[in-house]
């Protein structure tokens, strides 16, 4: 069956009765949206201050590939394997954006018999965030034009407005536009353009917001552009946006809970894209499951060079998070793609090609041990397709690293498949204290913190940027200097080409852009052609999305 036929196949137990049965959550601290939906009141999330944190399980991967390697599979598989194993344990997860359901991923809830349900409604609207935050997001773009419009008190250069308008949906037409055409009575004509509503600064603010007054002053503090001297900020508070739009996250602010296939709690909450902004669901959310379980299993997007960086760096700075141990999930059809193989020819046996693309398990391997400084477990997704051979010599190559390795049939098999892994995790968290390290120190100067990054992580051997680029961050250190970095960078290498595959070494690092993300608290450095409003692929996922008339959805997957 198809990941959606065996969603729809579940039989979910309403969410009140779960976290009531679970976690002893009472009904009057829900709100349900249908039966197995609910967000969790704040003042409940308050009240779990004074309790014990349970142990933070990190998810991440090696590079992506086309072949897919089910980061959130593993990642529901081991909670419901952990719950399994009687070890009280919720999971954490990222709120799918309807532009890749619609364009290349379709949905992204998990696969096979381990997965997160209702899988319809939590990749399509969901509890309504998405929107949530694209109309506040939005509510500010139409405030800075109609200032404009209206005399301009606050001498916004409109040259140098940096709020473009967002959308959850890939439209690359949108990139760049002009806005205010057809006379005076349609505002001030300038250009403008459209990001993808998980690229949008508020996105970011609410990920990393503790309370509704942490976030509406985030909120108050995005700079929206400069006056015309060119150099004093104008910001949302001065044109009296923050309140509105605060208003307009009331719902979205609360963490949402639905369910396993296992009817084990998950709480899905906030959704960044990891290669274009920093990939982690909410603070709110991960703290929330570290009060209520004894282990938390979260993911952060993408390979463990984006995701995971921006996890440790962004996530674990601003909150004070700090993971246990990391499991890094690969894949034998991923090790052949990245050794050579073409994505046709993936389901055939190539022992060289698993030898030849285990570099990058290695590189990223190494990274979360080293420059991060914690225990790591190799999972290895298994695909109906790999062989004795493939898997023979993968773990004997992890064993010459150092590294444990465990095949895991989660995806075949829900949480019992998944059960030697989750039981390897215990052992780590339970027995093994975690040396957390950052990738930086936060004192170096922001281009420092770039090269840090590109060249240990990456393998960089140098980084450029525009003159205009490098004068910018110089300007930066002086108000903004302590910030972390968020690299929008492709998520299929080490390098700015996706293209390259492996452990590329000796390459150079472009910096094309620099963005000032005040209310989130870090920098967007943009290396090579990576795009802030991602476009539909030649054959887009939504060709084969469909409904019938009993209102049954098909073709997400």
């Known amino acids: 069956m198809s990941d959606i036929e065996i969603a729809q ?14 976690y002893g959550i009472e009904p009057e601290h829900l709100d349900p949206i249908g039966h197995f939906k609910a967000k969790l009141s704040l003042e409940y999330v308050n009240s779990l201050a004074d309790k014990t944190d349970g142990k933070l399980i990190l998810v991440t991967a ?6 897919g390697e089910g980061k959130t599979t593993t990642t529901v598989g081991l909670g419901d394997a952990l719950n399994r194993l009687n070890k009280k344990t919720i999971m954490c997860l990222r709120e799918p954006s309807l532009g890749p359901c619609f364009g290349v991923k379709g949905g992204a809830a998990g696969g096979g018999y381990a997965q997160v349900v209702p899988m319809e409604d939590i990749n399509l609207h969901f509890t309504g965030d998405f929107h949530a935050i694209g109309v506040a997001h939005n ?30 949906m890939n439209d690359r037409a949108l990139r760049h536009i002009v806005v205010g055409m057809g006379g005076a009575a349609n505002g001030y004509l300038r250009e403008d353009g459209y990001d993808i509503v998980v690229a949008s600064e508020v ?17 108050g503090r995005i700079i929206i552009g400069y006056q015309s001297d060119k150099v004093t900020p104008v910001y949302a508070s001065d044109l009296k946006a923050h309140g509105a739009m605060a208003a307009l996250l009331k719902d979205a602010i609360k963490p949402n809970l639905v369910q396993t296939l296992e009817n084990n709690i998950a709480i899905i909450h906030g959704g960044p894209f990891a290669n274009i902004a920093h990939g982690c669901n ?25 995701g995971a960086e921006k996890f440790i760096d962004i996530k674990c700075r601003e909150s004070g998070l700090k993971p246990s141990a990391v499991v890094l999930v690969a894949t034998i059809r991923a ?14 046996e190539n022992v060289a090609a698993v030898e030849a693309g285990f570099e990058n398990l290695a590189r990223h391997y190494h990274n979360v041990t080293t420059h991060y400084g914690l225990p790591c477990v190799v999972c290895v997704n298994h695909f109906t397709f790999d062989t004795d051979a493939e898997i023979t010599l993968l773990k004997e190559k992890c064993a010459a690293l150092g590294a444990t390795c465990i095949v895991s049939t989660h995806w075949a098999n829900g949480g019992v498949g998944a059960e030697a892994l989750a039981q390897e995790v215990v052992n780590i968290v339970d027995n093994r204290k975690a040396e957390f390290t950052f990738v930086y120190d936060e004192n170096l100067s922001l281009w420092e913190k770039i090269e840090t990054i590109a060249t240990k992580l990456y393998g960089a051997a140098n980084v450029t940027a ?8 110089s300007a930066w250190n002086t108000d903004y200097g302590l910030f972390p970095i968020c690299m929008a960078k492709t998520q299929m290498s080490f390098s700015t080409n996706p293209n390259l595959k492996g452990a590329p070494c000796g390459h150079t690092l472009e910096i094309r852009d620099v963005r000032l993300a005040n209310g989130a608290g870090f920098i967007v450095a943009i290396a090579g052609d990576m795009m802030t409003m991602p476009g539909l692929p030649k054959v887009p996922a939504a060709e084969r999305i469909d409904i019938d ?8 997957f």
């Open 9 to 22: 196949r579940a039989k979910m137990k309403p969410i009140i009765e779960l976290a009531a049965q679970n």
């Open 62 to 67: 090696i590079s992506p590939t086309p072949a």
């Open 139 to 168: 509510l500010l773009s139409a405030l800075i034009d109609n200032h404009i419009n209206h005399g301009n008190a606050l001498d916004i250069d409109p040259r140098r407005i940096q709020w473009k308008r967002v959308v959850d």
């Open 203 to 219: 996105m970011a603010i609410l990920c990393l917001a503790t309370s509704r007054a942490d976030l509406k002053a985030r909120l």
């Open 282 to 306: 909410t603070v709110t959310a991960t703290k929330t499951a570290l009060k209520l379980a004894d282990y938390v299993v979260t993911e952060a997007g993408l390979g463990a060079d984006l």
């Open 335 to 348: 090790l052949k793609f990245h050794g050579g193989v073409a994505k046709d020819d993936l389901n055939q």
């Open 466 to 473: 525009s003159a205009k680029v490098k004068a910018q961050l």
């Open 549 to 556: 008339d009993d209102g049954k959805i098909t073709g997400l």
